[in-house]
């Protein structure tokens, strides 16, 4: 394979993987404090039409990431508030925010569908970007992807360097403990949710500002899905997030490569374009037939409902 293809494929593959690094760190925060939302998929169609409106309306990209930044956060309070507050089932919660959260999308963004975007250009780090086939793929890119590799190593430190870090995860696996001892567990776990639904907004205005770059219904195809099934693969470790997503965004750009290279295979277009969903269920599976790992990892209180006694 020729190096300017080898540097083309790694580039499309981390492109693909952002949007996954950014939802699935979101969500995995949220998870360590003891919330399961299941919304992702909702709250990052609505970041992304949020995203696109404001940088139609402005000419700026970086407003229309903080617009679909706010919209996840307030999807993310909008699913605290019947959750955490109201206590309802965390699973029924999600999924409901889930078809909400797209079904608004598709009908706030009716208006925007015949509109497009000037394309963002990327930020070439000097020196850097220069390196042979490396330099292109990872130095190279829009600033989003660099902001993602940040907040990954963000999140490692938050989680396992800091005391406010302990404290989460502390709240996620013994939240009556954290609460004897003085932690406000529902002010703690909306601020992690808060943040996962940022963190899913961003992922979706990506799609929309900087990915595509135009808005369509059902653009996130899936994406928010995966993004929770990854914070299983990673077994919720933060370094693993990135693995698991460029994992499956090289398999999303494999099938488009094979589609749009012309070779003839006696395969189905319809069956290539479902491997990447195809290879979240197979990993899935494989990963919970060990059930020590998943024990040790997952927060212990996960999807379990709290209330501070009166």
């Known amino acids: 394979m020729a190096p300017g293809l080898v540097s083309a494929v790694l580039f499309a593959t ?72 109201l206590q309802a089932n965390q699973v029924a919660s999600g999924l409901a925010l889930s078809i909400f959260g797209v079904g608004l999308s598709a009908f706030v963004g009716k208006p925007y569908e015949s509109q497009t975007l000037e394309s963002v250009p990327p930020l070439k780090i000097p020196l850097l970007s220069k390196i042979p086939v490396l330099g ?33 995860r502390a709240v996620g696996e013994t939240p009556v403990a954290a609460h004897a001892i003085g932690y406000n567990v529902l002010r703690i776990r909306y601020l992690a949710a808060m943040f996962g639904g940022a963190m899913a907004g961003i992922g979706g205005a990506f799609l929309s500002v900087f990915y595509t770059p135009l808005w369509v219904e059902g653009m996130v195809a899936g994406r928010g899905w995966i993004s929770l099934a990854l914070v299983v693969f990673a077994t919720w470790r933060p370094l693993r ?14 099938q488009m490569f094979v589609q749009g290279s012309g070779l003839r295979l006696d395969i189905p277009a319809q069956f290539l374009s479902a491997l990447p969903y195809l290879a979240t269920v197979v990993v899935l599976v494989l990963i919970s037939r060990n059930r020590s790992t998943i024990r040790l990892n997952s927060p212990a209180s996960l999807g379990q409902p709290f209330m501070p006694d009166a």
């Open 14 to 85: 981390v492109v693909a993987g952002t949007p996954l690094i950014l939802t699935a760190l979101g969500e995995l925060v949220t998870e360590k404090s003891g919330v399961l939302n299941l919304g992702a998929e909702g709250i990052m169609s609505v970041g992304a039409v949020a995203a696109f409106a404001v940088t139609i309306h402005t000419g700026s990209p970086l407003l229309g990431v903080l617009a679909g930044m706010v919209a996840g956060m307030a999807m993310s309070v909008l699913f605290g508030f019947v959750a955490l507050t």
């Open 241 to 254: 997030v990135m693995l698991g997503a460029y994992l499956f965004g090289g398999a999303m750009i494999t």
């Open 136 to 168: 292109h793929a990872l130095f190279e890119q829009q600033a989003l992807v660099y902001v993602s590799w940040i907040m990954l190593l963000a999140v490692a430190w938050f989680l396992y360097r800091t005391r406010w870090g302990l404290v989460l």
